[in-house]
């Protein structure tokens, strides 16, 4: 079986009904345009699949990808790479139109697993990525922070201090589900992976 699958992308949260989704449990990569949502899911998923450009804006679409994570073919997750805002060229904020319809698809569907929300960990929580966080947290939806880039330090020193940083920063906001990634030396694919190990031992617990 051809592994990942792309099942096909949407704009409109209310054209999904067209997608042969099926309610495997979804894991949707949320942030910024340009923070590295489908370089994280090509490195989990060890393939090319979605595409990547330096240039922020490149995902316009909701794409759903069915993605086998162990060799146990039960073990079925839909992955979905959603368009970033944050830049004039395409969505600014969560509010306009993309936004509106990235949030009332997150809202909406029961099989929601997991939000991997994405932030560049050289920046921090940008005022854009504050927004993402309270609308998970309000919504109730669960998710897990991922700082993105983390290869970019020059020395493990620094990488040090500023993953302290990250790690005080998001306790500061009482979030405590975060990893430290890199799209290209794969660090923290390993942990991403053990959380939806859980999520799939639970889906399946639940029936
Ligand atoms: N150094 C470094 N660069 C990365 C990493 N992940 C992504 N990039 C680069 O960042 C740029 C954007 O990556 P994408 O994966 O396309 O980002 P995106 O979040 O999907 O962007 P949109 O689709 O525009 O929302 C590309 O040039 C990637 O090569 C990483 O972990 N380290
Ligand atoms: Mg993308």
Redesign the pocket.
């Given at each position: 079986m051809e592994n990942p699958k792309f099942l096909g992308g949407v704009v409109k949260a209310s054209d999904l009904a067209t997608l042969p989704l099926d309610e495997l449990p979804r894991v949707a990569?949320a942030?910024?345009?340009?923070?590295?949502?489908?370089?994280?899911?090509?490195?989990l998923t060890n393939s090319k699949i979605?595409?990547?450009?330096?240039?922020?804006?490149?995902?316009?679409e909701m794409n759903f990808f069915r993605f086998c994570l162990t060799r146990d073919p039960k073990d079925v997750l839909l992955l979905v790479?959603?368009?970033?805002?944050g830049?004039a060229k395409?969505a600014r904020t969560l509010r306009d139109q993309w936004g509106r319809e990235i949030t009332t698809w997150l809202k909406g569907d029961e099989d929601l697993a997991l939000v991997v929300a994405?932030v560049d960990g050289r920046h921090g929580f940008l005022d854009n990525d504050l927004e993402l966080v309270k609308f998970l947290v309000g919504a109730h939806l669960p998710f897990i922070i991922a700082f993105?880039?983390?290869?970019?330090y020059k020395s493990n020193n620094q990488r040090k201090q500023a993953e302290k940083q990250l790690t005080d920063l998001s306790s500061s906001m009482g979030v405590d589900r975060f990893i430290f990634?890199?799209?290209?030396?794969r660090d923290g694919v390993r942990p991403l992976e053990n959380v939806l190990k859980e999520i799939l031992k639970e889906s399946r617990a639940v029936g």
């Open positions: 990569f942030g910024r345009s340009n923070v590295g949502k489908s370089s994280l899911l090509n490195a979605a595409r990547v450009s330096g240039e922020p804006g490149k995902t316009r790479d959603l368009p970033g805002y830049y395409v994405l993105t880039k983390m290869d970019k990634v890199s799209a290209f030396g």
